[in-house]
């Protein structure tokens, strides 16, 4: 896998209509319709990978203000793709990444992928059993 796919940050590159469809089917969808997959895209700072033949494996968008704050969200990838080690790549490739590196902290929400998330350094919120971040603001 190691030189066989890139990622991203042009979000023409995006396949929305696959996005879509594989969001529909997660827990977190709450019904979104292509038109609302299009607009988070718009207004998120995005992540696709891809094969070197273009075909998307993964997508991941990040809901900031590029200074403080980034919530991470829609984190997939694709069925073919997954438990081939590429989440963990993206993930890696997400928290390099200089506007993600630069914020003071990183957040998300996951019912069920907490140990994936923590090897990155994520760590849960309080007695949330959903919320995580990676926190890296000095509160005195």
Known sequence: MENNFFISNDKRLLNVYAIKHFIADEYWSDGRIVEDVEKTILNSYCFGMYTLENEQVGFARVVTDYIYFGYF?????????????????????????DVIKSLKTVALKTK????????????KIGDSPIWMSIDKQNLR
Request: charged content about 25%; overall charge positive.
């Open 73 to 97: 969200m829609d984190f997939i990838i694709f069925t073919k793709f997954q438990g081939k080690g590429y989440g963990k790549k993206l993930v890696a490739h997400m928290l390099k990444d």
């Open 112 to 123: 069920d992928a907490h140990s994936f998330y923590q090897r990155f350094g994520f760590k």
